[in-house]
């Protein structure tokens, strides 16, 4: 098996520390790479949610301009490289050197797609790309429901220095906060 | 060759055991990899199998709520994490050790994207979201064809931890089921 | 550099046989690729005209089968498989030993792929899935171009076995034959 | 965690040159791979402002030829190919050897990639393609846009063989001056 030492550790190993013996103890192996699982879910989440709110956000829109269409492609390039931070977290969350880091550096990663989504909102509602039809209060739920996660992103951020798996955990409950429906636009989005 | 070991194995050898020597008989290489192959069509027949049953759910449907959505996002999550759980039966299903445990991760991952379809299809049925021209008995055909799979995926993933290969076989079983048109709705799937 | 071996190996080294030195000579170590290079443009061109024949036969149904839908996921089981026998060909088309399995393996898979798309056409003309605008002599203009190039590639996958090298030339000329436009089609296709 | 080598070059090492100790400091690894990130950022960007002229191109179009068809397959094929050309830049930028051949490699990827959208738009315009409404005047105006790009890309290919770094801010640079909407054409792009 160690001739061909890139699919096993790929498939069996998704983080970096892969018990010898591993072959033995497949569930054992199964079950201690939590951290490969919790990050997948926590950026899969992360994702659903900016891709249900970029969807409201142009449901919303009757145009795009040419910056609209280039924010929107900066946010395409943050969301592009979440994987390689995701990765990172994985194989780092528990260990006590390295782990920090790679929280740090993802958080930053959810908070860079999250805040370029706020932005296109907010601009597009300045330059009047948003549809006559829709009302001021709908307009201002939707810029209600962007602001808090930014700020508890921030926090987050400052308390994966501490205590990463927290700070994940913080981050998927952000992703849960997104997710839920805004009650009163149910109708619409 | 061994100076760049992951090409070779990875295009080679898609399961961990690479018998030494390889090169010399790549034809026996190729076949000595049938679960690799097995693993392959299973999950592709049942992700086909999902996709078909998805289309026609969509199609009876008017429209989606906020909760449809969310639920339409979890089956996208358990879907796109089944390369994994492939990947891992690929490597083991031959193996007195791991093999079982292979199998039957294999089996709650295709049972948990069923099972999904499933409460997708009750949920829309149960809050009005199928178009009203749709009859009763169209409802209940579409009902009735997507429970005895769950029942199924519950007794191979019984029967995996005692015979992998026997399960697996009987998965592909169940994506050909599900693959069947079904006679009565034809001419609309 | 042998820390992380994986890395190197995938960007300077496409095929299995990466020469001692290759940072120093980086030039002659991607000119001695010339394998890997050969087989992405044949899988592409392949993939491409596959594509275009597929748009052009959709372009001329006006419904789809149950059954259609069926073999239609068969094709595209095959040609989601086909980077598999492209990276195997890439690394031993050169090889005394393998290169001939390599080839024929390929040519397999790419004369799987055709002969699918032409059975899928020949089914939905039975089956009357065609337009009913669409001219018989239009019809038969596309089912003679599906023909030849099933007879070319079992006949390269027998010369494969004696001379890779040219089997693949054959593969490529076979794709370029494909995508060269249908004279008496063009205002449609 | 040298047993499962290809998990942690892959996610900590972007790059070949993976420093011994890595995982005592991460940030140091992470800050270390800049290369990595100016080359994604870079391919990203041009890929962004392919993607941009593309959209514009087609929208002023009504119809495509078999052939546009086709010249739109080679500059998919082009596209398809920059990861590789990406991630050896990433590898070898700051090496005194090798990285001017990857930078020349990686360059001539850009060109082909620019050259034939310039085609595509060129052919589009001398065989009627483009709708009657467009204006020569607006016709002219993207001739000239997509001109100059092209002459640049040639001097920093000329410039990379001697300072590879200047060579990759010069396809930056590109890339951005792509980026920037054209004034007079505004409010269609």
């Not at 990463?164 to 619409?188: C, E, K, Q, T």
């Amino acid at each position: 098996m160690t001739a061909c030492s890139p699919w096993p550790s790929r498939s069996w190993c998704w983080r970096s520390r892969c018990p010898p013996g591993a072959e033995d103890d497949l569930l054992g192996a199964l079950l201690d790479q939590w951290p490969s699982y919790l990050a997948y879910v926590v950026s899969f989440a992360t994702v659903g949610a900016l891709w249900l709110g970029h969807t409201a956000i142009t449901h919303y829109l009757h145009g795009a301009s040419p910056l609209l269409l280039r924010l929107n492609l900066l946010l395409l390039l943050v969301v592009a490289f979440l994987p390689f931070p995701t990765r990172l977290l994985a194989e780092t969350v528990e260990h006590d050197e390295g782990g920090n880091v790679a929280t740090t550096f993802y958080g930053l990663t959810l908070l860079a797609a999250s805040g370029l989504t706020s932005i296109i909102w907010r601009y597009a509602v300045r330059t009047g790309l948003v549809r006559p039809d829709v009302s001021n209060a709908e307009v201002a739920v939707i810029s209600q429901k962007l602001t808090p996660g930014l700020v508890f992103y921030v926090v987050m951020i400052g308390l994966g220095l501490l205590a990463p798996v927290v700070a994940v955990l913080g981050y998927l409950a952000i992703a849960v906060f997104y997710l839920v429906p805004i009650r009163s636009l149910r109708r619409r989005t």
